[in-house]
């Protein structure tokens, strides 16, 4: 297991290492107090050490592939692709585990680009402490996850000096405020209706070549078919077949590493090739027959 601390991650790496483990994420400064990083790793990993970002910075991460589990505060996190972490944690320490093929895009902010533009905390508070964590976990919406696709890509790509980074990565922070002020204040759903969601989202996911319908996911989940999307909005931050799409989207990213274009929509499912690489297009940012090429 490697030790190590965030002030030696994210920063420059050499060119040879960048983007080869999460020890080397693609990292760029894109502003004066805005920055991105690119993590990624094709086998497992586990990595442990303190958060000593100095000056203190504000972080948020969203899940691009595989699942990753997160130890900090005597607390165990676990995130899966689409979800979005908000944290500020100064000399915290720390214990990630990754999945194999996982990635992560991951912006930084400081406190005081923040006050420079007049952006209050996604929290509330007037000014930050030194010994005042925070630490939020939603869904990426629609808006956020476009926007980290976007910018993963540039930083894969050394393009990341302009506008267009720092628009993407503050429209990540802008998305992520704004649904960290709206999230409701302790979960209306009980323990009872929280289990249901989670059996209906593995019935959900459980192929991904025919989505059930929303009558069939409510009559297996217990739920009235109100309450089952407004629980998955709720619990997983998005509709059922959104959610279905994304992780849809995310498996064919898997089986293009092996297969066709024609072979990968078949399997998931799709008769029109047309209608597969818009959706693919649509999810990921690229037409599949490129990410094949590239990947």
Not at 120 to 126: E, R
Not at 215 to 229: D, F, H, P, Q, V
Not at 256 to 284: C, D, P, W
Request: hydrophobic residues 40%; positive net charge.
């Amino acid at each position: 297991m490697h030790h190590v601390r965030s002030s030696h991650i994210h920063r420059q790496q050499p060119e040879h290492l960048a983007g080869q483990s999460l020890l080397h994420p693609l990292y760029s400064r894109l502003y004066n107090g805005l920055s991105a990083g690119f993590f990624s790793s094709a086998l497992p990993a586990t990595l442990q050490g303190e958060m000593d970002d100095c000056p203190a910075v504000l972080r948020c991460s969203i899940i691009l592939s595989g699942t990753c589990e997160i130890i900090f505060g005597g607390k165990t996190h676990q995130f899966h692709a689409r979800d979005v972490a908000t944290a500020y944690l100064p000399a915290t320490r720390f214990q990630i585990a990754t999945s194999a093929d996982f990635s992560c895009l991951e912006v930084h902010i400081t406190p005081e680009l923040l006050q420079d533009m007049h952006t209050p905390l996604p929290w509330g508070a007037a000014d930050l402490s030194p010994q005042t964590p925070f630490f939020s976990s939603l869904k990426a919406n629609a808006s956020v996850h476009k926007a980290a696709t976007g910018l993963c890509q540039s930083l894969r790509k050394n393009q990341t000096n302009g506008p267009l980074s720092c628009a993407a990565a503050l429209t990540i922070l802008g998305q992520s405020f704004e649904q960290i002020e709206a999230a409701p204040q302790g979960s209306p759903l009980s323990r009872h209706e929280k289990a249901c969601l989670h059996q209906a989202r593995s019935f959900l996911l459980s192929r991904m070549d025919k989505a059930p319908t929303i009558i069939e996911l409510a009559r297996y989940s217990g739920l009235n078919a109100t309450r089952l999307k407004m629980g998955f909005r709720i619990l997983f931050g998005c509709g059922p077949y959104s959610l279905f799409q994304a992780h849809r989207m995310e498996h064919a990213k898997t089986l293009l590493k092996t297969h066709s274009v024609t072979e990968t929509a078949m399997e998931l499912g799709y008769s029109n090739m047309s209608h597969f690489s818009a959706a693919f297009k649509r999810q990921i940012g690229k037409a599949p027959h490129l990410y094949r090429k590239e990947g």
